[in-house]
């Protein structure tokens, strides 16, 4: 005998057989016989879109101390020895399983069930009210006691991060990405079998909560081998499913629904902690550590890299936009990008002349915050390179930030004078036209910029970025080691 908090399955020879809990948890209500019934035909319905050979069919059982048979589903009896979850635990290779599960989920995404009523679930504003249930829940069960650590900071990194993103999700329903899925992917529920795997056990008892981002279907999987130990097999599950569904998400996105999952199972396992179970006190606090983990990886960001010329911002605009997988945007190219000429040819001018006057400037940097709020409200955090000596460009890139929701982080790189006239007479013909003798006319008008933290940039490059990185990511890089890959802009 299994036991779930909304089950209990008998194995018995060759079949198991699943009774549904008379429970009545909020999101469900198995209180009577006909509603218990109901959730069985479903779930055999349901599940025999992803194993048709394993769910067989409704049955009953009776008793002397009933005067009605309970409704059971029946299903063929999976091995034990190859579950997934059970492989993952004993260290055996899975990338073959993982492969072949995340091409069946990728297929299954590309024919599941489309309507208006599916896309509906997909909206930021349909996520951000499921967080808040699970949030209002967690708070209810916490006025019976026990309530991890951590959960007031994943509910403000949840509605910070949905508050800035209705253009991403309205761009994934307009994708098709939105779709009648699994809604509940667990490793538990996967048997490696010689003929391939088999996806058991999806949910049923509300549509609503099926009808998913398929990225969100994939991160609950992600989420759980995570859970096992095996982070590095739930970025290549992810790499996987990227490849077969051709998934154009930001990381950030990626990270979301992860987290987004994991607090949905440390609020089964509170549930369970009130049902007495085992260890599930210490699962909650794991699964809401993962879920702050992903979040904090998840924040959106905007980071402002600024400096005189020869002061290495471009060069540390590069490296920290590297390190960090995110988009760079650059004024030196932008500028010459809308004058009409290649980002290698000289433009130079002298100070305040040619593309660098006031109303060029001022347009490049409008363009450069355009593009940047555009990046941002779709999930893209974004490096911003540019001198930012202007106190009122600052405060627009302000503006962009709070409305969008993003991380607001600036950047002042410095050297040495002596270090800057030597960059500069020696820096090959390149995007940028700044000369010495540009550099110390801008020096002698530069005003104080409070806000930004200075970063020395005259040692070594990777000293450099090491200052930046505690600026832009207190908590680590490594947070959430779950995969991430370049954002393409759809068509």
Known sequence: MHETHTAIVFLAGDRAYKLKKPVD????????????????????ALNR???PDVYLGLGEISSPDTDAPEPLVVMRRMPADRRLSRLVREGAAVDDVLRSVARQLASWHAEAPRSRDVDEQGTRDALSSRWQAGFAQVRT???????????AEVERLARRYLAGRRELFDMRIEQGRVVDGHGD????????????PRVLDCLEFDDHLRFVDGLDDAGFLAMDLEQLGAPQAAAYFLAQYSEFSG????????????????????????IQVHQGALDAEAASRRLVSTALRHLRTSAVSLTLVGGLPG??????????????????????????????????QSAA????????????????????????????????????????SDARQREAALRVAEDTSADLVALHCHVPGDVSAARLSTRAPGTSDAGPGI????????????????VDTSGPLESAVSQALAVVRPWGTGQAPVFRRPYMKPD
């Open 25 to 44: 948890l909020e999101f469900l209500d198995y209180t009577t016989r006909t509603a218990r019934r109901a959730a069985c035909e479903r779930e055999v």
């Open 349 to 388: 001018a002298g100070y305040g002349e040619g593309l660098y006057t006031p109303e060029w400037t001022a347009r490049t940097y409008a363009t450069l915050l355009d593009r940047a709020a555009t990046l941002l409200s779709c999930g893209e955090s974004v490096v911003l390179d540019a001198t930012w």
């Open 141 to 151: 069960l916490a006025d019976d006691g026990y309530v991890p650590d951590g959960v």
């Open 185 to 196: 992917l667990l490793a538990e529920d996967i048997f490696c079998l010689d003929d391939g």
């Open 439 to 454: 550099a110390t006319a801008m020096a002698v008008r530069e005003p104080p910029w409070p806000e930004a933290v200075a």
């Open 247 to 270: 998934d154009p998400a930001p990381p950030s996105l990626w990270h979301h629904y992860v987290a987004y999952r994991a607090f949905v199972r440390a609020k089964v396992s509170l």
């Open 49 to 51: 879109r992803f194993a």
């Open 311 to 344: 002061s290495g911002k471009s060069t540390l605009s590069g490296a920290l936009a590297d390190r960090l997988g995110v988009t760079l945007l650059s004024s030196d190219r932008l500028r010459k990008e809308l004058a009409g000429i290649p980002a290698e």
